[in-house]
């Protein structure tokens, strides 16, 4: 299963009600596990961005899906990136020769 980098920071909505933060969490992870991906890791950060997650997801189509509806609840702008483990690094590297 693909796996994809979610930088995020939170709106000034989603600082208002931080308390809820951790329900909020335990949703978007509800929401990700219900079209059948997991999350690896979430960590909160200090720095340009306000958490880092890493999660699994089927395909591409069901990460935007993810993120969307991340966005939609108004609670934090995301950043993603598609993240190729090292076996696959290695495989790409190696084609080019």
Same mark, same amino acid.
């Given at each position: /299963?693909?796996? =994809?980098? #979610?930088?995020?920071?939170?709106?000034?909505?989603?600082? +208002?009600? $931080?308390?809820?933060?951790?329900?909020?969490?335990?949703?978007?992870? +509800? $929401?990700?596990?219900? /079209?059948?991906? &997991?999350?690896?890791?979430? =960590? #909160?950060? #200090?720095?340009?961005?306000?958490?880092?997650? $890493? =999660?699994?997801?089927?395909?591409?189509?069901?990460?935007?899906?993810?993120?969307? /509806?991340?966005?939609?609840?108004?609670?934090?702008?995301?950043?993603? #990136? +598609?993240?190729?483990?090292?076996?696959?690094?290695?495989? $790409?590297?190696?084609?080019? &020769?």
């Amino acid at each position: /299963m693909p796996t =994809y980098v #979610m930088l995020a920071n939170w709106t000034d909505q989603g600082l +208002k009600a $931080i308390g809820d933060g951790s329900r909020r969490v335990d949703g978007a992870r +509800k $929401i990700l596990e219900d /079209m059948g991906g &997991h999350f690896q890791e979430l =960590y #909160m950060t #200090m720095g340009q961005f306000d958490l880092v997650g $890493i =999660y699994d997801a089927p395909d591409d189509a069901v990460a935007a899906r993810f993120i969307l /509806m991340l966005g939609q609840l108004g609670n934090i702008r995301t950043t993603s #990136m +598609k993240a190729f483990p090292e076996a696959a690094f290695r495989q $790409i590297v190696n084609s080019l &020769h």
